[in-house]
């Protein structure tokens, strides 16, 4: 079976590697020229090492992704594994999770949380175990604030972990975020086995992560921005090329783009007024290439926004300490960040610098921040959709029998994340082998 997949991010290549696998001969377009869509490595001469797109983590739920990448490389030592570990840049706060058995590892993590104080503590506590007694189920169109306020939260608690989770899992505002989303991901992450709470961190970039060994098994066609595509019975052109089928791995607005054209088919006028509905959110990574070796006391760190002062940054990330190099280098970023797209990118950087100087110096025995090397700001527009209640997702299979859809985008049940642009790539895998099946 002939197959060609459109767009070559985690969800594109993930049926491809499937399908791959499968005995397909796959062939994978990409306007770009480095593998992992939204989540790939970028060029950039201050940073030797290159930089990402946008700084991502792994959760160790997220068995699908991590499976993928066993699969492509044996083993998972592009990563570093680390306990659930929250913990602010001024050392004011600190969550862990011990090494206990399921469910008993995130209930001593709550319960022993530092900077919470004993009523947040047990706010914290009766919330997760109101979800979990009715099988981590939430009223219909709640946001998270909405779930919180249910729930009696503090704003202590609402400020120092749930609303940065919220960010951190949801790039939604908690006021804007579907909270049956959140909770999904709570779920994963708590009531699994202890290891689905752990934090995976890239060593690498995060094209050299999987990406790079997926296109070494199909045709790939780097610089390839599709502009047509035509449907029969029997098969699919992509620009005057037949193929057997068709994943659809592009985000919402190219893949409407792409569909317009072909005939009606039962559905597809609800289809285009699906993919026109999605609503986008940014996120704004800012790189800091450090003078001289330095490191983060924990790899990855809260931090405390304050937008009126530019201190847009939620979470740093010690890129240095992962790759092993011998420079310092941080990674500095702000989910959800709107308003920072307004703002002059300069003045920007340098307000963030000033959020990671004045939080650090306020951490006991804190090293001071050598001087900066170098620095680069990378902007997202379109990182995730608006993961608001209510929101329609499709399915992978789309209206036209042998063209399928692949994304984070599409009706995973997760929000958009890694996990769920992997799960979807599977998914469309699937579809397609069906139709050779049929």
Known sequence: MKVAVVGAGWAGLAAAVGLHDAGCAVTVFDAAHTPGGRARRIEHDGFPQGLDNGQHILLGAYDQTLALIERLHGHLDGMLRLPLRIESLDGRFRLRVPALPAPLHGAAALALARGLGAGSRLAALRMAARLRRPGWQCPPGYTVADLLARHGQ?????????????????????????????????????????????????????????????????????????????????????????????????????????????????????????????????????????????RLPHPIMMLEEDPRHG??????????????????????VASAASAALQQDREALGDAVLEQLRTQLARRRRATPLPPVAARAMVTEKRATFSAVPGLQRPRVQSPWRRIVLAGDWTDTGYPGVLEGAVRSGRQACAAVLKLRAA
């Open 154 to 294: 503090t704003r202590r608690l609402r400020d120092r972990l749930w609303e940065p989770l919220c960010l951190a899992a949801l790039n939604t505002p908690p006021s804007q975020a579907c909270a049956r989303l959140f909770v999904r991901v709570l779920q994963d992450s708590l009531a699994g086995q202890r290891q689905a709470s752990d934090m995976l961190l890239p060593r690498t970039d995060l094209s050299a992560l999987w990406p790079d060994a997926a296109i070494e098994l199909v045709d790939w066609r780097p610089g390839h921005a599709v502009r047509h595509l035509s449907h029969d019975k029997s098969g699919v052109q992509v620009d005057g090329e037949r193929y057997d089928a068709l994943v659809l791995a592009v985000p919402p607005v190219s893949a409407g783009r792409l569909l317009a054209p072909l005939p009606a088919a039962p559905g597809s006028p609800r289809l285009q007024h699906t993919l026109s509905a999605f609503a986008y959110q940014p996120i704004v990574t800012v790189s800091f290439r450090l003078a001289e070796p330095w």
């Open 311 to 332: 201190h847009i940054g939620q979470w740093v990330v010690d890129r240095g300490a992962l790759a092993g190099a011998a420079h310092g280098e941080l990674a500095v």
